[in-house]
Protein backbone atom coordinates (compact mmCIF):
# COMPACT_ATOMS: atom_id res chain seq x y z
CA UNK A 1 0.00 0.00 0.00
CA UNK A 2 1.24 3.44 -0.82
CA UNK A 3 1.02 6.88 1.12
CA UNK A 4 1.25 10.06 0.42
CA UNK A 5 1.26 12.22 3.61
CA UNK A 6 1.30 16.14 3.25
CA UNK A 7 2.37 18.43 5.93
CA UNK A 8 3.47 22.26 5.88
CA UNK A 9 -0.30 23.77 5.40
CA UNK A 10 -1.93 26.83 7.46
CA UNK A 11 -2.51 30.55 7.71
CA UNK A 12 -0.15 32.93 6.53
CA UNK A 13 -0.56 36.59 5.79
CA UNK A 14 -0.26 38.24 2.27
CA UNK A 15 3.59 38.25 1.44
CA UNK A 16 4.71 35.45 3.43
CA UNK A 17 5.81 32.01 3.10
CA UNK A 18 4.69 28.57 3.58
CA UNK A 19 6.83 25.43 2.89
CA UNK A 20 4.45 22.32 2.09
CA UNK A 21 6.21 18.83 2.10
CA UNK A 22 4.79 15.76 0.28
CA UNK A 23 6.33 12.27 1.59
CA UNK A 24 5.87 8.87 -0.20
CA UNK A 25 6.07 5.57 1.84
CA UNK A 26 4.88 2.22 1.11
CA UNK A 27 6.20 -0.70 -1.64
CA UNK A 28 7.84 1.47 -3.55
CA UNK A 29 10.33 0.69 -6.79
CA UNK A 30 10.52 4.11 -7.41
CA UNK A 31 8.97 7.50 -8.82
CA UNK A 32 8.69 9.15 -11.77
CA UNK A 33 6.98 13.05 -11.72
CA UNK A 34 5.64 14.34 -8.65
CA UNK A 35 3.79 17.13 -8.20
CA UNK A 36 1.51 19.75 -6.48
CA UNK A 37 -2.40 20.56 -7.45
CA UNK A 38 -4.42 23.16 -5.41
CA UNK A 39 -8.38 23.41 -5.42
CA UNK A 40 -10.09 26.51 -4.15
CA UNK A 41 -13.80 26.68 -2.88
CA UNK A 42 -16.06 26.53 -6.51
CA UNK A 43 -13.32 25.67 -8.67
CA UNK A 44 -11.83 23.06 -10.28
CA UNK A 45 -8.39 20.90 -9.46
CA UNK A 46 -5.42 22.75 -11.23
CA UNK A 47 -1.79 22.22 -11.81
CA UNK A 48 0.62 23.99 -9.69
CA UNK A 49 3.60 22.77 -10.25
CA UNK A 50 5.34 19.10 -11.73
CA UNK A 51 9.28 17.93 -11.06
CA UNK A 52 10.13 15.22 -13.28
CA UNK A 53 12.60 12.30 -11.67
CA UNK A 54 15.54 14.13 -13.21
CA UNK A 55 14.68 17.68 -11.89
CA UNK A 56 12.92 19.38 -14.86
CA UNK A 57 10.42 21.87 -13.18
CA UNK A 58 7.37 22.84 -14.92
CA UNK A 59 5.02 25.81 -12.63
CA UNK A 60 1.36 26.96 -13.11
CA UNK A 61 1.68 31.33 -14.70
CA UNK A 62 0.19 32.19 -11.74
CA UNK A 63 3.12 30.73 -9.27
CA UNK A 64 6.30 31.45 -10.96
CA UNK A 65 8.57 33.32 -9.76
CA UNK A 66 6.72 33.16 -6.20
CA UNK A 67 6.92 29.08 -6.07
CA UNK A 68 10.03 26.74 -6.36
CA UNK A 69 9.37 23.07 -6.64
CA UNK A 70 12.11 20.70 -5.27
CA UNK A 71 12.54 16.85 -4.44
CA UNK A 72 14.73 14.71 -2.46
CA UNK A 73 14.77 11.31 -3.98
CA UNK A 74 16.36 9.32 -1.25
CA UNK A 75 13.28 10.03 0.99
CA UNK A 76 11.03 9.91 -1.63
CA UNK A 77 9.46 13.74 -0.77
CA UNK A 78 8.42 16.84 -2.92
CA UNK A 79 8.50 20.01 -1.74
CA UNK A 80 6.82 23.26 -2.64
CA UNK A 81 8.41 26.73 -1.35
CA UNK A 82 6.02 28.95 -1.22
CA UNK A 83 6.52 33.24 -1.23
CA UNK A 84 5.15 36.08 -2.03
CA UNK A 85 1.56 34.14 -1.31
CA UNK A 86 -1.43 36.03 -2.31
CA UNK A 87 -4.97 35.76 -1.11
CA UNK A 88 -5.89 34.04 -4.28
CA UNK A 89 -3.30 31.28 -4.07
CA UNK A 90 -6.29 30.29 -0.77
CA UNK A 91 -6.80 26.74 -1.56
CA UNK A 92 -6.49 22.95 -0.46
CA UNK A 93 -3.21 21.84 -1.95
CA UNK A 94 -3.00 18.12 -2.94
CA UNK A 95 0.21 16.28 -3.73
CA UNK A 96 0.60 14.03 -6.53
CA UNK A 97 2.57 10.72 -8.25
CA UNK A 98 3.50 8.63 -10.74
CA UNK A 99 4.64 5.57 -8.55
CA UNK A 100 6.20 2.79 -9.81
CA UNK A 101 5.50 -0.50 -8.46
CA UNK A 102 6.60 -4.47 -9.26
CA UNK A 103 4.78 -4.69 -12.25
CA UNK A 104 3.29 -1.36 -12.89
CA UNK A 105 2.63 2.59 -12.99
CA UNK A 106 -0.10 3.79 -10.80
CA UNK A 107 -0.66 7.53 -9.92
CA UNK A 108 -1.04 8.89 -6.23
CA UNK A 109 -2.57 12.00 -4.47
CA UNK A 110 -2.41 12.74 -0.50
CA UNK A 111 -5.38 13.64 1.15
CA UNK A 112 -4.39 17.60 0.73
CA UNK A 113 -3.56 20.55 3.08
CA UNK A 114 -5.24 23.64 3.28
CA UNK A 115 -3.20 27.03 2.41
CA UNK A 116 -5.26 30.12 3.85
CA UNK A 117 -3.67 33.55 2.72
CA UNK A 118 -5.24 36.32 4.81
CA UNK A 119 -5.14 39.00 6.87
Known amino acids: QVQLVESGGGLVQPGGSLRLSCAAS????????MGWYRQAPGKQRELVAT???????NYADSVKGRFTISRDNAKNTVYLQMNSLKPEDTAVYYCNALIRLPGKFSNYWGQGTQVTVSS
Open 26 to 33: GNIFSINA
Open 51 to 57: ITSGGST
